[in-house]
């Protein structure tokens, strides 16, 4: 996998290099800001661009946006030491494929990157852990579902379309669907058009 790194912290940025590497990834650059990371991954296009959320020049979020406007094939994974909701609310928002705890990425990062190869996002299981994703008020049921798909519920209980919810999250409506039919596999729902609605209807509190 070729891979670009960006981080404004030498000790991360060869760490993770050196890991990746080690690993038998192929890193193709690496950038202690933002504006050289996005150079790079516009000169070599990457199956992944490894990003710190916050660095000079421009923000993981920033590029992670450009990745997207630009339509690369490029994933996009945010390292962060933020664990702030309404961070990862806006990462999946603009299509970031992978969000990562630095405290915890070594740990993660294989995982992270089969999981984005499989088509899957992937957000660091220490971040789920100190934040409550979705708006399910204590409901056990959501639990059972990833975070895209907590996302993907929540944006239905706003009586949102599958083709809505695709430009929100920057999938397609293809993926929409296959999240759709995982939900309704786990929840235990009917296959019927409107049985995820009307769960959420009844399930997902607006707070």
């Given at each position: 996998m070729r891979i670009v790194i960006a981080d404004d912290h030498p000790v991360v940025l060869m760490g993770i290099s050196g890991f990746l590497m080690a690993k038998k990834h192929t890193v193709v650059a690496t950038s202690g800001n933002g504006i050289e990371a996005w150079n790079s991954i516009i000169l070599h296009k990457p199956d992944v661009a490894l990003l710190d959320h916050n660095m000079p020049g421009m923000s993981g979020i920033e590029i992670a946006m450009k990745v997207h406007a630009a339509r690369l094939r490029t994933k996009v994974v945010l390292l962060t030491m933020y664990?702030?909701?309404a961070l990862l609310d806006k990462a999946i928002a603009v299509g970031v494929n992978g969000y990562l705890l630095k405290d915890f990425a070594l740990g993660e990062i294989d995982q992270c990157l089969q999981s984005i190869v499989n088509g899957t996002n992937y957000y660091s299981k220490e971040l789920t852990k100190h934040i409550l994703v979705g708006k399910a008020d204590g409901n056990s049921e959501m639990e059972k579902l990833t975070v895209t798909e907590q996302k993907v519920m929540n944006i239905i209980a706003e009586q949102k379309t599958s083709n809505e919810i695709a430009d929100m999250l920057f999938i397609s409506v293809k993926t929409v669907e296959k999240h759709r039919s995982n939900i309704i596999k786990k929840l235990g729902?009917?296959?019927?058009?409107?049985?995820?609605?009307?769960?959420?209807?009844?399930?997902?509190?607006?707070?």
């Open positions: 664990k702030e909701k729902l009917p296959q019927t058009p409107n049985s995820i609605a009307l769960w959420a209807a009844k399930n997902i509190k607006d707070k």
